[in-house]
Every structure is written in C-alpha cells, then in structure tokens.
C-alpha cells in the first residue's frame, strides 16, 4: 500500500464512517491538534533519562491514538467496535494518579511557573500548551457537534499531567523553578 493516495489532493479527507469533510473543518482541526500533540509528546520520551515516564507517556501517546479516532468518527461507533479506540474514566483516572503520585515530591505551587528549564522540562512545557490548545478546539467542536466529554476531560487532565511532569523533570535535573 502507498502512503499516498490522492483522494486529498482536493482539500477533503475521508473520516472512519466513510464521509468525506473538508481538510479545514474543525473535526479534522481537532484531530490534528491531538495528532500534534503525539508527536510533541514524542519528541520528549526522545530526550530519555527517565524510564517511568518514559512509559507513562507510552501510554499516553496510544491514549491519543484512541482520542483521534473519536474524534475522527463523527457516529461515535469506532469505540465500541475497537475497545482500544474508547477513552475511558480509567484513562482519566489513571492520570489523575500519575499525577498525584508525583506531587507529592513537588514544593506546593504558591505562584505562576515561567515554562523552561532543563531540555525534557521544556519540551514537556510546551507539550503542555499544545495540548490545552487541543482541548480548546475539541471544546469548540463538543458545543458545535458533540463530543464524548471523556475526550475533553482526558485532554484537560493530559495538560496538569504535562506540567507536572514539566515541573518533576527541572527538579531532578537540579533546576529551581523560574517563576513569576
């Protein structure tokens, strides 16, 4: 099989049931932003130095896979035909217990974070803001279209996940928090 097929060439794409849309419509928008933030998180399990996250963010990237397929099926039938395309309470949950298991090593915030820091923190900071730009156009599409609300959650648990992670990656490379 190609990869390309010439069927976009026109400036439409072909969504899971089989409609074509418009490249620029704000399905298509939305699943590309999730898109981008996979490969923002990419770019970081790139840098190495940390098996565990690492892996967590392994997950994190399949987890994405699933959000794009949501949202690139406009009938909302993918996920039950492939359980792994379904996002669900117990991939929020799961990174809502990331996250508290890594605050608990972290100073309690009492200001706003300048994002940088060591090479992982900075790239997981901008991963972080990729991702609430996702969310806020899956947002949009949720009040023009509908949206499994899980898809929203994921994607606003997903950014505090990114942070603080951000935040976990400076303090072990020995980096003190710029702050303002």
Not at 7 to 30: A, M, N, P, Y
Request: glycine share 10%; proline share 3%.
């Amino acid at each position: 099989m190609k990869i390309y097929t010439r069927s976009g060439d026109q400036g439409e794409t072909g969504l899971i049931d089989g409609s074509r849309v418009g490249k620029d419509t704000l399905r298509v928008e939305c699943y590309g932003e999730v898109d981008e933030v996979n490969a923002c998180v990419g770019v970081v399990r790139s840098q190495g130095g940390d098996a565990a996250r690492d892996a967590l963010l392994a997950q994190v990237q399949k987890d994405l896979f699933a959000l794009g397929a949501q949202l690139a099926d406009p009938q909302a039938r993918v996920g039950g035909r492939k359980p792994k395309a379904a996002v669900t309470e117990a991939h929020v949950r799961r990174l809502e217990e990331a996250i508290d298991a890594r605050e608990e090593s972290l100073p309690a915030l009492k200001t706003f974070i300048l994002p940088g820091g060591a090479p992982a923190g900075a790239l997981l900071h901008f991963a972080r803001t990729v991702c609430r730009r996702a969310e806020r156009r899956v947002v949009a599409l949720a009040r023009h279209e509908g949206v499994d609300p899980l898809v929203v959650s994921y994607l606003n648990r997903l950014s505090d996940l990114l942070f603080v992670l951000a935040r976990e990656a400076n303090r072990k490379a020995g980096l003190a928090e710029d702050t303002w």
